[in-house]
């Protein structure tokens, strides 16, 4: 039973433009929400986080959504370069990120040039 | 900054051997989590540590699993006796928890393979 699902498992998208990557988890006591970053042959990277009493936060090009009401979270990259191409991992904790993460089983985006 | 370190990068050992894994936090940290990653069921929970004390277990999947953390700077995860289904990358991760909403920062991992 996938509690964190990522339903799409790549993405193309070309230099420059926008890249939305999107989550849907199931457990309601959820109440922090991560994206990391990972290349091959190397461990994951943090990338943005937000908790649920936000509906949005911004790092530079990088942008994640919150909606509670439709238990859905998306990343926004803009603009994507090259080095954006990995696998995106979602990922979610109960009681603010103290235990341990649910994972979904990522997205691989590829920027074309 | 020093990172979460592995070790080892990779092992290769015959089926019923014993393996040990090893990983040192962030210097700082007092949460330590074992994650595991195969291609069937991703990335999931193992184990993980507060303060060196385990915390929660329920993601070991056998007995044959066994995780310590003797002191702030060192943790392992024994596996006895291994099988070809063991086989995966396994990922150790540290963070604070005195403060709410810190991520977890990952090593590179020990990829794992028993023949």
């Known amino acids: 039973d996938q509690q964190v699902k990522q339903n799409s498992p790549s993405l193309s998208v070309q230099e420059g433009r926008i890249s939305i990557l999107n989550c849907d988890y199931t457990?309601?006591?959820?109440?922090?929400f991560l994206w990391y970053k990972k290349y091959p042959a190397e461990g994951p990277t943090f990338l943005i986080s937000?908790?649920?009493?936000?509906d949005k936060n911004e790092d530079g090009r990088f942008t994640v959504f919150l909606n509670k009401s439709a238990k859905h979270l998306s990343l926004h990259i803009v603009p994507s370069q090259p080095g954006d191409s990995a696998v995106y991992f979602c990922?979610?904790?109960?009681?603010?990120?103290?235990?341990?993460?649910?994972f979904g089983k990522g997205t691989h985006l590829i920027i074309q040039p | 900054d020093a990172g979460v370190i592995q070790s080892p990068r990779h092992e290769v050992t015959e089926m019923g051997q014993e393996v040990t894994l090893r990983c040192k936090p962030i210097?700082?940290?007092?949460?330590l989590f074992w994650y595991r990653q195969t291609m069937m069921r991703g990335l999931e929970l193992l184990i993980y540590?507060?303060?060196?004390?385990?915390?929660?277990d329920s993601g070991m999947p056998e007995d044959r699993f066994s995780a310590k953390m003797p002191n702030a700077s060192f943790s392992t995860l024994k596996i006895q006796p291994s099988e070809p289904r063991d086989s995966a990358v396994y990922f150790c991760?540290?963070?604070?928890?005195?403060?709410?909403?810190?991520?977890?920062?990952f090593g590179d991992g020990t990829r794992l393979s028993i023949l």
């Open positions: 210097s700082g940290h007092n949460s």
């Open positions: 990922a979610a904790s109960v009681g603010g990120g103290a235990d341990g993460l649910t």
């Open positions: 457990n309601s006591m959820f109440d922090y």
């Open positions: 937000i908790s649920s009493i936000k």
């Open positions: 540590f507060n303060n060196n004390v385990p915390i929660d």
């Open positions: 991760a540290s963070s604070s928890f005195r403060q709410v909403n810190q991520p977890q920062h």
